[in-house]
């Protein structure tokens, strides 16, 4: 009787087990795909913000201590492969548009984006949940992933500033 009551108690418990042991791994997809997701929806709206600014204005600031327009797009940008680095452990080199021209600066926005999404596509469960060390202090993957999408937000919303500034309505926020 012992031996029927154990076995029946493993046969309840084990798949009970598994599929707790599963939930991590299976949130920590879940919390990928949003990013990714929210990641391919910040460049689809960034690129409407940067084709929204005339390419006559792309060296405009609000003030002169401030980025010119182009500039806020390309730092927006180059943040996302600060953000990722620790993820390959590799020193960020984030390169640069060839020059701040509209048509360079849209296409260096738009590549770095597509990075981005790639290398986030990419990561696995173990690099979103490890803890990583940085001039900046520890921040675990998914501190990391906040910050990018965070960091992007807030240049964009600069950017939008120097559109209004010059009259013309930014685009439909897109979430």
Do not use: W
């Amino acid at each position: 009787m012992k031996k029927l009551l154990m076995r029946n108690t493993c046969a309840i418990l084990f798949p009970a087990l598994i599929a707790l042991a599963a939930i991590p791994a299976s949130a920590q997809a879940t919390f990928q795909a949003a990013v990714v997701k929210h990641l391919t929806t910040s460049r689809d709206f960034t690129l409407k913000v940067a084709e929204a600014m005339p390419a006559e204005d792309y060296g405009f600031k609000l003030t002169p201590p401030q980025m010119s327009f182009a500039q806020q797009m390309i730092h927006l940008s180059q943040g996302l492969t600060y953000f990722l680095s620790p993820f390959s452990g590799e020193k960020p080199n984030p390169g640069k548009p060839k020059s701040e021209s509209k048509d360079d600066v849209i296409a260096f926005v738009r590549q770095s984006f597509d990075d981005a999404i790639a290398a986030v596509s990419k990561l696995t469960p173990e690099q979103i949940d490890k803890t990583y060390k940085s001039e900046e202090g520890t921040s675990s993957g998914m501190d990391l992933l906040f910050g990018m999408l965070d960091h992007t937000t807030h240049h964009r919303a600069s950017a939008e500033m120097y559109l209004r500034a010059k009259g013309i309505t930014p685009p439909e926020y897109q979430f």
